[in-house]
C-alpha cells in the first residue's frame, strides 16, 4: 500500500469533493428512468424481459414457491444452517434491546407520542454472482423485530435460473412473507408501484449496485426508502500497541469487496511499516488477491499522523462507514467519535463480525453520509406519531399566542379556529 506523510496530506485525499456528475451517470440515470418507466407501463411483462436481458434468465414464474422454500432450508448443510439462526438470534436480541429502549412511548399527558411499525416493507438482495444471506438477515430481522406486517424479499435469479438455495434459506429463517426471484433497478421500481405479481409496499430497503441505488433515489417519495448505499469502507487507527497482523488482515478483508476503500492512519512510519509488510505478505495466500491488490492500489493507502488526535480527526471528517480502533485504550476515545456507522473498539471488535453474526445491522451508511444518518436500526420500520390532547385550560394558556402567530403569518381562518375555542373557554381572542 502506497505510505503519504503528515496530517495535511492525509486530509487532502479525505476530503470528499462534490462529486461532478459524468456522461456515464446520466446515461446511466436515463437508463433507470426508462426501466422504473416500462415497468409502471407493462408491468410483470416488462419483469421477465429485464430479467432476461440483465440476468440472463427466461423465468417461467416470478414468485419463489413455498415448497422450494421449504425444500432449501431443509436440504441446507446443516452447519451453514445453524451459522445463519445463530447471526439471525443475536441481530433479534440486538435489535429487541434496542426496541426496548428507543420505542418508549408517552400517552399519559395530554402531550405525548407513540409508534406503529410500517405495514409491509420490501428488502432488495444482490445475488446474482453469489447468495449474500447475511444482508437479507440483517435487513429482514430488525424489520421483523420491529413489528412489521409483511416484509416482500426480491433478489435475482443466478445462472442457474433460480434463486440460491443459501437466500431461500436465509429467508425462511427471517419469516419473509412473499420471495420474487427479480432484482437490480426493475426489483426496485415494481415495489415501489407494484405489478399484478408483486404488491407495491410502503419501504425499500437493502443494499444494490449502482443501478438498484439510483432507482431506489428516484422512487424516493412514492414509498420510502432506508439510504443510498455506495462502496464499502473502512478506516483502522493504529498506534504502536496495535496487532500489524489483525490489522493487515482487516485491512485485507474490506478490500476483498471490490471497489471499496481500506485505509489505515497509523501514529509513526514504524507502524505503518509493519502493516504494509503483513498486507503483503497476507495478500500472497488469498484467492481473491488480484481483486484486493487493485482495489488497494485504487483506493487505499496508509498515512501517518502524529497520534490518535489527529487520526480522529481525519476519520470525523471522512465520516467512513466503519472505523476500528486499534490503540492503546481504545474505549477512552468513544466520546470523540461523532461521523461514523459503526465503530469497532479493540482488536477483537472487527468488521467481519459484525458483517455476520455480531448483532447490528452491517447496512450501514457510506460515502460521507454517517455525518447525518445511522446504520439500519428498529426506528427504520416504525412511524412516530404525535399525540396530542387539550382542554380548555390549555386554550387559555397557549390558544392566545397561537391565534396571535396564525395572524401573523396571514392565516385568518387558522386564528379564527382557535378564537372560537377562546371564546368558549371564556378568554377573549387576541
Excluded at 416488462?46 to 440472463?56: K, R, V, Y
Excluded at 423465468?59 to 422450494?68: C, I, N, R
Excluded at 452447519?79 to 440486538?94: G, P, S, V
Excluded at 439500519?376 to 391565534?403: E, T, W
Aim: hydrophobic letters at 50%; proline letters at 3%; one cysteine or more.
Amino acid at each position: 500500500m502506497k505510505i503519504i506523510e503528515g496530517f495535511a496530506q492525509a486530509k487532502a485525499l479525505l476530503s470528499r469533493q462534490a462529486k461532478q456528475e459524468t456522461a456515464a451517470d446520466g446515461e446511466r440515470e436515463k437508463s433507470v428512468r426508462r426501466i422504473i418507466a416500462e415497468v409502471r407501463r407493462r408491468g410483470d411483462a416488462a419483469l421477465f424481459d429485464f430479467t432476461e436481458q440483465f440476468d440472463g434468465v427466461k423465468l417461467a414464474q416470478l414468485e419463489v414457491t413455498k415448497a422450494e422454500i421449504d425444500l432449501a432450508y431443509r436440504t441446507l448443510d446443516k452447519k451453514l444452517l445453524a451459522a445463519m439462526k445463530l447471526a439471525a438470534a443475536r441481530i433479534t436480541a440486538y435489535h429487541r434491546e434496542q426496541q426496548k429502549a428507543l420505542l418508549v412511548e408517552s400517552r399519559r399527558g395530554r402531550l405525548g407520542w407513540f409508534f406503529r411499525p410500517i405495514k409491509r416493507v420490501g428488502v432488495h438482495v444482490p445475488g446474482f454472482s453469489a447468495p449474500l444471506p447475511s444482508s437479507l438477515l440483517m435487513t429482514a430481522v430488525p424489520a421483523r423485530v420491529a413489528g412489521v406486517k409483511e416484509i416482500i424479499l426480491v433478489t435475482p435469479p443466478q445462472k442457474t435460473g433460480r434463486v440460491s438455495p443459501v437466500t431461500l434459506a436465509a429467508a425462511k429463517i427471517a419469516k419473509i412473507d412473499r420471495v420474487f426471484s427479480i432484482g437490480g433497478a426493475q426489483a426496485v421500481a415494481a415495489l415501489a408501484y407494484g405489478t399484478a405479481s408483486v404488491p407495491a409496499v410502503d419501504k425499500i430497503c437493502g443494499p444494490g449496485n449502482a443501478y438498484a441505488t439510483l432507482a431506489k433515489k428516484l422512487v424516493f417519495g412514492t414509498v420510502g426508502i432506508d439510504g443510498l448505499y455506495g462502496p464499502s469502507e473502512v478506516i483502522i487507527i493504529a498506534d504502536e500497541t496495535a496487532n500489524a497482523a489483525y490489522a493487515a488482515a482487516d485491512l485485507l478483508a474490506q478490500a476483498e469487496h471490490g471497489a471499496a476503500s481500506a485505509i489505515l492512519i497509523a501514529t509513526s512510519r514504524p507502524v505503518a511499516d509493519n502493516v504494509n509488510r503483513e498486507v503483503e505478505a497476507q495478500l500472497k495466500t488469498l484467492a481473491r488477491r488480484d481483486i484486493i491488490a487493485a482495489d488497494m492500489a485504487r483506493t487505499g493507502f496508509i498515512a501517518v499522523v502524529a497520534d490518535v488526535a489527529e487520526g480522529l480527526a481525519l476519520a470525523d471528517m471522512y465520516a467512513p462507514e466503519h472505523l476500528c480502533l486499534l490503540v492503546k485504550d481504545a474505549a477512552s476515545y468513544v466520546k470523540q467519535v461523532n461521523n461514523v456507522g459503526c465503530l469497532f473498539v479493540g482488536e477483537n471488535a472487527i468488521e467481519a463480525l459484525v458483517d455476520y453474526a455480531a448483532g447490528p445491522s452491517h447496512v450501514l451508511p457510506t460515502d460521507g453520509t454517517a455525518r447525518f444518518s445511522s446504520g439500519l436500526n428498529i426506528m427504520d420500520f416504525v412511524k412516530l406519531i404525535s399525540l396530542v390532547k387539550m382542554n380548555k385550560s390549555d386554550m387559555k394558556q397557549i390558544g392566545g399566542a397561537a391565534a396571535a402567530i396564525a395572524k401573523a403569518e396571514g392565516l385568518d381562518a387558522h386564528a379564527r379556529a382557535l378564537e372560537k375555542r377562546l371564546e368558549d373557554a371564556g378568554q377573549g381572542g387576541t
